[in-house]
């Protein structure tokens, strides 16, 4: 099979050092190849939504399965603007990384695939309508994976209290889910088989308060974890702010059921444990 991937990023590039094995050939896009040095065994294409070179638009045309992690902008996706001529032809696997941030708040209650979403922000609205677009494009057999807080090497609550950034905010009742990106990558490998398209929630079993990770995290590494800030009054910019305003437990049953996924990180406690015992932050 051969790999393309529009966005290597965080996510991406973890999958590739995990199940790149089973590809003869994997491409992919960054916004400028000259600052990246982290991306070995992978032909590196630039694109940051301008009309794509010719040979970019051919590993395109030629790939068996399409990675798609680009997110969209106000006037769409900038993937399907660029390429969307040659994904109208041929036929190849798409795998679309979207977020659990499209079912908005549901004051901590549990939502599965089959709520509707209803993204009050504008970042979610255009996640929706980027789904829709890719399951078109698709003729209905994209596979939409949904994810949750993504964390993992380098990017975790051990590495914030190790770099001094991290917070313990309280905002009563608001919970989330994350995921592991060791599990996003078994996801993305599972679903590339599946052939039909889908939606599925790509989370762990047990949402949480985000000052528990942070507090678990402190417990740890033997250190006095942040003091605690009222979320009303905590200075925050918009943006951070915005990460509060959708509070619910989402469900991963379909993606157990469907994909056969069994997570390695269940729980953030477990994901933390693996992280620290290989190292991180130490």
Not at 79 to 85: E, L
Not at 190 to 202: D, L
Request: overall charge neutral; charged content about 20%; some cysteine.
């Amino acid at each position: 099979m051969r790999l393309f991937i529009l966005g290597l990023g965080y996510s991406a590039r973890h999958f590739v050092r995990k199940h790149g094995g089973s590809f003869s050939h994997i491409a992919g896009t960054v916004r400028d190849p000259g600052k990246r040095d982290d991306l070995a065994g992978i032909e590196v294409h630039a694109f940051s939504g301008e009309p794509p070179a010719r040979e970019t638009v051919e590993q395109v045309r030629e790939a068996d399965v399409l990675l798609i992690s680009i997110p969209p902008g106000s006037s769409g996706d900038p993937a399907i603007a660029a390429f969307g001529d040659v994904l109208a032809t041929g036929r190849r696997e798409i795998v679309y990384l979207s977020t659990i941030g499209v079912y908005g708040d549901h004051g901590g209650g549990w939502v599965d695939e089959s709520t509707p979403p209803q993204a009050t922000l504008d970042r979610a609205r255009m996640r929706v309508a980027a789904e829709q677009a890719w399951m078109d494009m698709a003729r209905g057999d994209a596979a939409i994976l949904r994810l949750a807080g993504i964390y993992g090497p380098g990017r975790n609550a051990l590495a914030t209290l190790r770099g001094g950034t991290a917070r313990r905010v309280i905002k009563p009742g608001q919970v989330f889910n994350r995921i592991h990106v060791d599990d996003i990558a078994n996801a993305i490998m599972a679903a590339i088989p599946h052939r039909t398209g889908g939606i599925w929630n790509v989370c762990d079993d047990e949402p949480a308060p985000p000052q528990d990770v942070i507090a678990y995290a402190a417990k740890l590494m033997g250190v006095v974890p942040p003091p605690e800030e009222a979320f009303a009054t905590a200075e925050m910019s918009a943006m951070a702010r915005s990460f509060y305003a959708s509070s619910a437990r989402v469900s991963n049953a379909k993606l157990k059921r469907e994909l056969g996924v069994t997570l390695v990180h269940p729980t953030y406690r477990r994901g933390l444990d693996a992280l620290w015992h290989a190292g991180e932050a130490r």
